[in-house]
T-cell receptor
Framework: GQNIDQPTEMTATEGAIVQINCTYQ??????LFWYQQHAGEAPTFLSY??LDGLEEKGRFSSFLSRSKGYSYLLLKELQMKDSASYLC??????????WGAGTKLIIKP | DAMVIQNPRYQVTQFGKPVTLSCSQT?????MYWYQQKSSQAPKLLFH???????NEADTPDNFQSRRPNTSFCFLDIRSPGLGDAAMYLC??????????????FGPGTRLTVL
């Protein structure tokens, strides 16, 4: 079967750095996405990785290792508004998105 | 601004009473998706349209139907809602079903309550 694993919940301090990990087992790979979802709202696109390495976009970076089936999302200079769920999703060989259940990130002052 | 719109944002229905959720988009995207998301769970794809071609997920119950009368609009019909159908229903669009940084753009969702 296809599987995406992420920690259920993480806590971090305002101004700090946090890394959210995602491991996946899918039938084929055609890219990995990270989405942010605030409580009661729709997911919004954060990043996309299809090749190994680090993609940086402002305070957010995303890393991919295809050989290890592993990605992480790195959030720097955390702000209270970053409190949200972060969903990892992998596009499989059929170009279907397989979603993780998300990691709820709690930011404390 | 180009966007994905869902109406209503909150819908309350009674057990067994049919309900229709609507989605419209101004992005002119070919692909439209309907997801069901329950609290703290991954979005679950119900079906998607590639243009007018309807693609039903194998485990989507028959209770759920969809219509896409034109590029801009897509509807989710729940014929006989059960208590287990209470969830957030998300509509999303993408330019194409495959290739590139083909992101899905989500509407704000409709939260369905079944009494």
């Amino acid at each position: 079967g296809q599987n995406i694993d992420q920690p259920t919940e993480m806590t971090a301090t305002e101004g700090a750095i946090v890394q959210i990990n995602c491991t996946y087992q899918t039938s084929g790979f055609n890219g990995l996405f990270w989405y942010q979802q605030h409580a009661g709202e729709a997911p919004t696109f954060l990043s996309y990785n299809v090749l190994d390495g680090l993609e940086e976009k402002g305070r957010f970076s995303s890393f991919l290792s295809r050989s290890k089936g592993y990605s992480y999302l790195l959030l720097k200079e955390l702000q209270m508004k970053d409190s949200a769920s972060y969903l990892c999703a992998v596009r499989d060989s059929n170009y279907q998105l397989i979603w993780g259940a998300g990691t709820k990130l709690i930011i404390k002052p | 601004d180009a966007m994905v719109i869902q109406n209503p944002r909150y819908q309350v229905t009674q057990f067994g009473k049919p309900v229709t959720l609507s989605c419209s988009q101004t992005l002119n995207h070919n692909v439209m998706y309907w997801y069901q998301q329950k609290s703290s769970q991954a979005p679950k794809l119900l079906f998607h349209y590639y243009d007018k071609d309807f693609n039903n997920e194998a485990d989507t119950p028959d209770n759920f139907q969809s219509r896409r009368p034109n590029t801009s609009f897509c509807f989710l019909d729940i014929r006989s809602p059960g208590l287990g159908d209470a969830a957030m229903y998300l509509c999303a669009t993408s330019p194409e079903a495959a290739g590139g940084t083909d992101t899905q753009y989500f509407g704000p969702g409709t939260r369905l309550t079944v009494l």
